[in-house]
């Protein structure tokens, strides 16, 4: 029974000793993977880094020159209302009183 015993403890030693070796090959693969990847992420990052700055660079210039049209556009919509303003004081026009239509 005691070898009977051994002879099972040894024959799950031998598995789990084939397991682990399994393991550590396949963590060895998914470390490198993992190297590969995140040296590919670092070469690709300063590229993007670089449009992004320039992305941010020209939205504010946008953003300034929106801000120039804008005041463009009040100054002349104010303009335009003043002086629809203007023609409408000009082009009053009131009834004729009783003196006026003698004299025509």
Known sequence: QVANLKSTL??????????TSALR?????????C???VAD???????LQEKLLGLVEEHKE???RYIE????RKKLHNLVLELK???RVFAR???MKEHEKKDE
């Open 85 to 87: 303003g203007n023609i």
């Open 35 to 37: 190297r590969l990847k």
């Open 62 to 64: 946008l953003n300034v």
């Open 41 to 47: 992420i670092v070469a690709n990052f300063s590229p």
């Open 25 to 33: 090959s396949s963590q060895a693969q998914i470390k490198d993977y």
């Open 10 to 19: 040894q024959t799950q030693l031998s598995r789990l000793s084939r397991d």
């Open 93 to 95: 026009c009131r009834p």
């Open 69 to 72: 049209v804008f005041e463009d």
